[in-house]
């Protein structure tokens, strides 16, 4: 059993960074990937990045490759989202969650975290 916790949302403007955070509990946390997702009202759950149980491989969505970057702290059981050069568009609840493969599906990710808000403004 894996616990996830996200924070880090809030209100930004355009142009601005967020460092989201995604804590664990569970011995097992450096065993998984985990993947950050977001989901804006009215749209579906869309995949943004992932990285592998080690941190030696990471995989963006094209919508924030070169402004986001995801990072993991197996030390600390904590998976991070750094977003910089915020849209509008990236405004939505984001997700982290883990899985037993490197996957981009929301479906293979078995764990979920309750949600952080972030939102842009223009």
């Known amino acids: 059993q894996v616990q996830l916790v996200e924070s880090g949302g809030g209100l930004v403007q355009a142009g601005g960074s967020l460092r989201l955070s995604c804590a664990a509990s569970g011995r097992t946390f450096s065993s998984y990937t985990v993947g950050w997702f977001r989901q804006a009202p009215g749209k579906e759950r869309e995949f943004v990045a992932l990285?592998?149980?080690?941190?030696?491989?990471?995989y963006y969505a094209d919508s924030v490759k070169g402004r986001f970057t995801i990072s993991r702290d197996n030390a600390k059981n904590t998976v991070y989202l750094q977003t910089n050069s915020l849209k509008p568009e990236d405004t939505a609840v984001y997700y982290c969650?883990?899985?037993?493969?490197?996957?981009?599906?929301?479906?293979?990710?078995?764990?979920w975290g309750q949600g952080t808000q972030v939102t842009v403004s223009s």
């Open positions: 969650a883990t899985s037993d493969r490197r996957t981009t599906t929301g479906k293979d990710y078995t764990y």
């Open positions: 990285v592998d149980f080690s941190g030696g491989i990471t």
